[in-house]
């Protein structure tokens, strides 16, 4: 698990539209710092959700799996990465969940075995 207070903070609670799996979109705040070992450390905080998106986004925090993101923001200040592995989940408050984790890039497993990857 990363330790918040070892990460190297670049960007921090910047208000955007979050989409998950390329099917649902979320307003949320981003927060992106360089974490030991040269991952990034992610921080969604998910706000103002129904109790659907919450059960949605709970339920895929608890998935041993990474997890598709994208935002305009990523994109616009250069991020190269389009999933994130969960470490640690919270709801904080009716219509709002915290996720905290990992970078993780699909592309960097062309070629050799990719532990997400369904065994076949």
Known sequence: MTNKNDVV???????????????HHFQAYLSIGLAPYGDFFV???????????????AKLSRLPQ?????????????YNFSHIVVEKFSANSVGSLTWEGLSDD??????????????R
Do not use: C
């Open 9 to 23: 903070m670049s960007i921090e609670n910047v208000w955007a539209e979050v989409s998950i799996e390329d099917e």
């Open 43 to 57: 921080e969604i905080k998910f706000e103002d959700l129904t109790m659907d998106g919450m059960a949605y986004l």
């Open 66 to 78: 990474r997890i598709k993101i994208g935002s305009s923001l990523l994109q616009k200040e250069g």
């Open 106 to 119: 699909p592309e960097n497993y062309k070629g050799i075995h990719d532990p997400w990857l369904p065994k």
